[in-house]
C-alpha cells in the first residue's frame, strides 16, 4: 500500500536566491522512485506518493525521505536544503488540533512552523509572551503554532522565536494556515 507525503523544503526561492523550479523538483522526486509528484506553490511545498517498504510493508521512515530528498537536491542544484517529511495523518492532526481559533483568522494571521523533531517547552521559556501580546504562541506535536494579527513580516514574536537558541539542532520551516491546510488536501490519499 502506498502513503503520500508533503515534502517541505526550507528557504528556497525566496529573495531571487536558492532557486528550485518546481518542474524541476518535481522530476528528481520522480528520479528517486516516487508517484503521483506534485507541487503547491513556489514556496517549497512537494507532495509524492511512495510506496510501503517500512518495517513489515509498513509507512516509510520520514526523516529517510527527507535526507534522499536533501541529498538529491544538493547534488542536483548545488545548494544544501533542509527539508521536512510528514504523511496526511501527522498533517491532518495539525489542522484538528489548533489551538486558536483557525475559522474566525485571517489565513496571513496564523501560521505553522514544523520542527524535524520534538521540541521541548524549555527552549521558549525565556520568551517573555506577555510582552508580544496580542501575538501568542502554542507548541503542538513536531510544531508550533502562532497567532499574529498583523501578519507574519511584522510579528516581533516571530522574530523571537526565530533566534538561533530556540532552533539549535532542530530544522524549522513555517508555513501561513492556507498552505497548511491545502497540504491536508493534497496528500489526503
Known amino acids: ?89 501527522y498533517l491532518r492532526a495539525i489542522v484538528d488540533d489548533c489551538p486558536f481559533p483557525a475559522a474566525e483568522l485571517e489565513p496571513k494571521q496564523l501560521h505553522v512552523t514544523y520542527f524535524s523533531t520534538a521540541v521541548d517547552a524549555d527552549r521558549f521559556a525565556d520568551v517573555d509572551r506577555a510582552a508580544h501580546l496580542p501575538e501568542e504562541f502554542r507548541l503542538g506535536d513536531r510544531a508550533l503554532y502562532l497567532y499574529a494579527p498583523d501578519g507574519l513580516g511584522r510579528s516581533k514574536l516571530a522574530e523571537r522565536l526565530a533566534r538561533p537558541r530556540t532552533t539549535r539542532g532542530v530544522i524549522a520551516t513555517t508555513r501561513n494556515w492556507n498552505t497548511v491546510v491545502k497540504l491536508v488536501e493534497l496528500t489526503r490519499d
Not at 503520500?4 to 528557504?11: E, F, H, I, P, V
Not at 513489515?56 to 525521505?65: I, N, V, W
Not at 538529491?72 to 495523518?89: K, L, N, P, Q, S
Request: charged content about 20%.
Open 1 to 89: 500500500m502506498a502513503t503520500t507525503y508533503a515534502a517541505l523544503l526550507r528557504g528556497i526561492n525566496v529573495g531571487g536566491s536558492r532557486k528550485v523550479p518546481m518542474a524541476e523538483l518535481r522530476t528528481l522526486l520522480e528520479s528517486l522512485g516516487h508517484d503521483a509528484v506534485r507541487t503547491h506553490l513556489q514556496s517549497g511545498q512537494a507532495v509524492f506518493t511512495t510506496g510501503s517498504d517500512g518495517p513489515g510493508g509498513g509507512k516509510a521512515d520520514e526523516d529517510a525521505l527527507a535526507a534522499e530528498l536533501a541529498a538529491a537536491v544538493e547534488r542536483h542544484f548545488g545548494f544544501a536544503v533542509d527539508v521536512i517529511v510528514r504523511d496526511h495523518a
